[in-house]
């Protein structure tokens, strides 16, 4: 199965759309399905854009409307989470999973799901220190919780540190103790992130011989940048 794995989303359904068709003609393959990995930013209205997290002079409709209206359908199947600059006015609604779109499916505030024979965790937010601890009633009305980043707290990401020197304290100290019983228990086959605004692989071995995570960290959607990339999954 070829799955196409994007970053930030940040509204620009319709370019990453474009690109998978790029892809597809170039390539002569077919896309089976299209995995976003935060900032998805699913306005349909002015109200919608009253409650995107972004700072008023970057609120723009973008294209998920024309999706959500039935004006186009979405070219591939597409399922994504939540990130921290979200509408989530909308979001709310659709809390406990649901089709955002004809054919684009939310994944909720922490979901598993089985495309074909492939089981997907989702998990919506971004880690933030102060908020980690707070109870759940504490948090009641913010979409934030935990990405999983498991090149980081296995201590693979030098090369990142280099590029994002304000990701170092972070990974080294909070993430470990929030991600690491996590991606050892789970010992997924691939693990993907966005938020970081940054192209980053990894590799993670759980133990010696054992089963190894592909981690992948992908940039927005940008001109010039790495957002989107086609993973293989060989079915079973």
Wanted: hydrophobic fraction near 40%; proline fraction near 3%.
């Amino acid at each position: 199965m070829k799955i196409a794995v994007e970053g930030c989303m940040h509204g620009a359904l319709d370019k990453v759309y474009d690109t998978i068709k790029y892809i597809e003609n170039t390539r002569n393959i077919k896309i089976d399905l299209l995995l976003c990995y935060g900032d998805f930013q699913a306005v349909r209205n002015g109200k919608d854009m009253d409650s995107l997290n972004v700072a008023p002079k970057y609120r723009e409709m973008k294209s998920f409307w024309i999706y959500y209206s039935g004006q186009e359908v979405a070219p591939v199947p597409t399922i994504f989470i939540g990130g921290n600059n979200e509408a989530s006015n909308y979001l709310w609604e659709l809390y406990y999973v649901g089709w955002a779109a004809p054919n684009i499916y939310f994944l909720g505030y922490a979901v598993v799901v089985k495309f074909g024979n492939i089981r997907i965790n989702g998990l919506s937010g971004i880690y933030n220190a102060r908020n980690y601890c707070l109870g759940w009633d504490t948090m009641k009305g913010h979409l934030i919780m935990t990405i999983l980043s498991a090149s980081l707290i296995m201590g693979t990401g030098n090369n990142l540190f280099a590029a994002k020197k304000h990701f170092e304290d972070p990974a080294r100290n909070s993430w470990k103790q929030t991600c690491c019983s996590a991606a050892q228990k789970t010992q997924t086959i691939v693990l993907v992130l966005a938020h970081l605004h940054c192209k980053f692989t990894a590799l993670v071995e759980h133990e010696e011989g054992g089963r190894v995570t592909k981690f992948l960290a992908l940039d927005k959607c940008l001109p010039g940048r790495k957002f989107l990339q086609v993973v293989d999954i060989d079915l079973i």
